[in-house]
Every structure is written in structure tokens, then in C-alpha cells.
């Protein structure tokens, strides 16, 4: 029934969906595109990013933003948060560390000229700012600091609260995180007065070894922070989704 109401979701919304299915069922390494009917166009490299799609346009992973809202998108890959923000009328800054999807995010909003509300940076988010080494995965998408397969890059990082000074930000209105392990670190690590100044979380959690890497020990760390959980949705025994917003 979940695959039937992808496949519909994507019929309805993309213009060249028996393109972008095959490229999804063959699993093709060929580059692309994904047309919407409203007039979006999205460059893509690989079969996964239809998953990306599918997140953010049919299941709505992170939800809607309004016009004039301030949102960070960290791990940003090809854009498809960011795109789809921007052109609800939000302000985004966009952040990802993997050249290759760095390179599609700019294209991106190049592409549906964006430039005046997306503003990309090719920097990891981190709980310490710095070099730090990155794993390049075959598939762009799932490239961590974690995984420990693929090829190596060292990658130029920077804190939350980094991210708010050097951007003179006073708050933002959501933040959305999708980076792959790294959201412990980068909100344990965020002094309390930095996070007062943030009305919304969504991510994508990624259960990691060790300790307070987990959705439960993360949800009582910003239920003390003064945030509510709205909506949670456990997608696989090591990941989901889930919704902060400050009360």
C-alpha cells in the first residue's frame, strides 16, 4: 500500500515520472532531472535521490514553512528542503559538505533562480568547528562523518552557534536536520541560549552506538530545553523522523 501511494505521489507530482521510475527500478548512475508539474526542476546523479523526492514532496518529512519564515537546512544535499522552502517564500541557509551534492544544491537553486533566498554553504555542521574527516559513500545522500566506508575528504565544519553569529542571525524559525548521525552532537553541543532562539526543529534521526545517540535520550535533552515533541514517525529500527517545536 506505501509503494502504491509513493508511485501515485510521484505521478502526480513530477511531469517525467516514467523517466524518473526507471531510473528508480534499473537503479541507473545516469544523471537527470525531476520536473514538476508546478514548474520545478531538480538536476539529479543518482537512482536514490528519488527516496529524497519522496521524502520531502510526498511524505512531507519536514513539513511546510511560510512565507518570510527564516529556516537552516542541514544536510541540504540536491535541495530539495531548501527549493521547496524557498519558493513558499522562506529564507534558507543551506548547508552540506559532499561536493558532489554541494554541486547540485547550487545548480538547483541556480536553476529555478533562487539565489535571493537560498544562500548554500559547502560546510559540514558539527559539534566543534574545524576540519574534520568525512566518509563519501557510493551514494552521495548517505555520506557521514559515521559511516566509515568510502573514501576519505577532510571537510571545513562549523558549529550551530557559529552558524548564528557569522550569519547575524537574532532566531530562526525552523531547523531542519538530515546529516546522517550528526544531529546529537551538533544540539548537545549548542549552548542553551543559542537554542532559545530556535521556534522549530524537524530531523531525521539515525540511532548511533554509544551513549545518548538515540531518539529517547534526545527527546528528554530538548523537552529540558523548553521544546514540545509534536510528531514522531519511526521509519526503521535505527531512524525516523521527528518534530520539535518551542512552547
Known amino acids: 500500500m506505501k509503494k502504491l501511494r509513493y508511485l501515485l505521489g510521484l505521478i502526480f507530482l513530477l511531469e517525467n515520472w516514467p523517466e524518473v521510475l526507471w531510473r528508480f527500478l534499473s537503479k541507473s548512475e545516469a544523471g537527470g532531472f525531476f520536473r514538476f508539474r508546478d514548474g520545478l526542476t531538480m538536476r539529479c546523479a543518482q537512482w536514490i535521490e528519488v527516496e529524497e523526492i519522496i521524502g520531502t514532496f510526498i511524505r512531507r518529512d519536514y513539513g511546510e514553512i511560510s512565507s518570510g519564515k527564516v529556516a ?51 560546510l559540514g555542521v558539527a559539534g566543534r568547528a574545524g576540519k574534520r574527516t568525512f566518509f563519501l559513500t557510493r551514494f552521495s545522500p548517505l555520506s557521514s562523518f559515521f559511516s566509515r566506508r568510502g573514501d576519505k575528504i577532510a571537510v571545513e565544519c562549523v558549529t550551530f552557534q557559529d552558524i548564528f553569529e557569522e550569519n547575524h542571525l537574532k532566531a530562526i524559525d525552523l531547523l531542519k536536520l538530515d546529516c546522517e548521525g550528526a544531529e546529537y552532537e551538533i544540539l548537545y553541543r549548542t549552548p542553551a541560549e543559542i537554542l532559545k532562539k530556535i521556534k522549530e526543529i524537524r530531523l531525521e534521526y539515525h540511532v548511533l552506538p554509544g551513549k545518548k545517540t538515540n531518539p529517547e535520550d534526545l527527546t528528554d535533552f530538548l523537552l529540558r530545553q523548553g521544546f514540545a515533541l509534536v510528531h514522531q514517525r519511526r521509519d526503521a529500527p535505527i531512524s525516523g523522523i521527528l518534530w520539535f517545536r518551542r512552547v
Not at 519558493?87 to 529555478?112: C, D, M, Y
Open 72 to 122: 537552516v537546512d542541514v544536510g541540504a544535499s540536491l535541495g530539495s528542503f531548501s527549493l521547496n522552502a524557498a519558493r513558499q517564500g522562506a529564507k534558507v541557509l543551506a548547508f552540506e559538505p559532499a561536493p558532489s551534492s554541494f554541486h547540485l544544491l547550487s545548480q538547483n537553486t541556480k536553476l529555478n533562480r533562487l539565489e535571493s533566498r537560498i544562500k548554500p554553504f559547502e
